[in-house]
């Protein structure tokens, strides 16, 4: 069975992703996908920053009226980009499909906490991870193109006391879930609940 997925990248084209019975994935052009705006780009970092899809709250953080983020929050989650009534964000759907994994080998002064934070100003890294082994870091980016690992890397090699770093790409995510989904609930009540 053929599985058939529109979206828009960053660079301004629409593609259509067709994955043929498993065996192939195709990227095709096709200009019949909603486009985001500046507008559209304002309102989802408020949401992501705010933690709220509240018309209210969001027009005080972006100045844009009430009525037009009803009606944007509304197509934005007809794409899909929005994917329920928590504001979660479908990264792949909103351009962002690119994820990369970073090991960082570093030698640094002060506090594991402290290099964690210099590795999170870079653009794209959503997690940082203080791991044991020969690896001192693992970073989670998200990007909206393979282009952009360039200036990924560039960026925490800029960083004093980053040694290297041995980069990653996420071919396809098998499956994501809630970390409860993981558990039965048995376990659940074993592990966390009090007598």
């Known amino acids: 069975m053929d599985h058939i997925r529109m979206y828009c990248h960053t660079d301004g084209l629409c593609y259509r992703y067709v994955q043929v019975r498993q065996t192939k994935d195709i990227f095709e052009p096709n200009a019949e996908c909603y486009s985001m705006d500046e507008r559209d780009v304002r309102l989802l970092k408020a949401i992501s920053e705010l933690e709220t899809g509240s018309p209210e709250r969001l027009h005080e953080a972006t100045g844009i009226p009430v009525s037009t983020i009803h009606y944007r929050l509304s197509n934005l989650r007809e794409e899909g980009i929005i994917t329920n009534d928590r504001y ?106 009090s007598e």
């Open 88 to 193: 979660e964000i479908d990264l792949e759907e909103l351009g962002l499909g690119v994820t990369v994994l970073v090991e960082v080998h570093a030698d640094y002064q002060g506090s594991y906490e402290e290099f964690a934070d210099r590795l999170l100003t870079v653009e794209g890294v959503t997690n940082v991870y203080f791991t044991m082994g020969k690896t001192d870091f693992i970073v989670l980016a998200r990007l909206s193109a393979s282009e952009m690992v360039e200036r990924l890397i560039a960026e925490f090699e800029q960083i004093e006391g980053v040694d290297r770093t041995d980069s990653t790409f996420v071919i396809s995510a098998i499956e994501e879930r809630d970390a409860l989904q993981s558990y039965e609930l048995e376990t659940l009540l074993e592990e966390l609940a």
